[in-house]
């Protein structure tokens, strides 16, 4: 069982930037994936970005060149460091972990990022 807990969100303005932190209760470097997806008001979850223990990544075209995904595998920690923000992206985000390929099997509760003026 992995427990992971997000952190970072709040309320930024249109520009902003943000880092969201995930930190999980047991040794990541041997996950498979971690990933980023997020959910807006009366939308579907999407998948923002996710990263492998090999450290290959993947973006939504929505966030490629603006958002970067990054783990530490020392700290548990996977982060996502969101630049040049913009309204669309307010949702929540939640992060997650896969212990095989095309699933994710453990989820966070979420944090809020709101980006508005």
């Known amino acids: 069982q992995v427990q992971l807990v997000e952190s970072g969100g709040g309320l930024v303005q249109p520009g902003g930037s943000l880092r969201l932190s995930c930190a999980a209760s047991?040794?990541?470097?041997?996950?498979?994936?971690m990933g980023w997806y997020r959910q807006a008001p009366g939308k579907q979850r999407e998948k923002v970005a996710s990263?492998?223990?090999?450290?290959?990544?993947n973006y939504a075209d929505s966030v490629k060149g603006r958002f970067t995904i990054s783990r530490d595998n020392a700290k548990n920690t996977v982060y996502l460091q969101m630049n040049s923000l913009k309204p669309e992206d307010t949702a929540v985000y939640y992060c997650?972990?896969?212990?095989?390929?095309?699933?994710?099997?453990?989820w966070g509760k979420g944090t809020q990022v709101t980006v508005s003026s």
């Open positions: 997650a972990a896969g212990t095989r390929p095309g699933s994710m099997d453990y």
């Open positions: 047991t040794s990541i470097s041997s996950i498979y994936a």
């Open positions: 990263i492998t223990s090999g450290g290959g990544t």
